[in-house]
């Protein structure tokens, strides 16, 4: 094989190799139904120390927990909730499909495993906590079929706490 040869295929190699980092490292931002949720939690941290922003975690059964489906759909897909979201909160969700076809990557399953140990560490889904930018938690909820203004009253009264 002659020397260009051999430069193409190291330069195939390497984009393989890339391609391979990317799609196996946690992904920084989903977009679902309009919302930008966060699923790297250092740099939903460090975004939050940056913007002086609490960090709300969703911790989500997104394709088996009836109650986490109707949360996204009923709060976290509301205009009202997204117009408040932006303007104060740092969104992280992190999921735990069940389903083949919706499984995440290794690494990102890991890293929420990870974080389900530190702040969730009895597995209920759906919760929401809301914590600071040092990682206090502010607020530990689940769902209360209450709707986003319902939802919105309770994390306002927390903000407007600290």
Do not use: C
Request: proline share 2%; charged share 25%.
């Amino acid at each position: 094989m002659d020397r260009k040869g051999k430069l193409v295929l190291k330069i195939l190699g390497l984009i393989a190799i890339l391609l391979i980092y990317i799609s196996n490292r946690p992904s920084t931002e989903t977009i679902s139904k309009g919302n930008i949720w966060m699923t790297d939690y250092m740099l939903a941290k460090n975004k939050a120390k940056v913007e002086n922003k609490h960090i709300l975690i969703f911790f989500s059964g997104s394709d088996w927990s009836r109650p986490s489906i109707e949360l996204s759909r009923d709060v976290f897909e509301q205009e009202a909730f997204k117009s408040f979201a932006k303007e104060n909160l740092i969104l992280l969700r992190l999921d735990f499909p069940k389903h083949k076809k919706n499984l995440l990557n290794v690494e990102q399953a890991k890293h929420n495993k990870i974080l389900a140990e530190k702040f969730n560490n009895q597995s209920h889904f759906p919760l929401v906590l809301v914590i600071d930018k040092n990682e206090n938690v502010l607020l530990r909820t689940e769902y209360k079929k209450d709707g986003a203004s319902g939802f919105l009253a309770h994390v306002e009264k927390t903000l407007t706490a600290f």
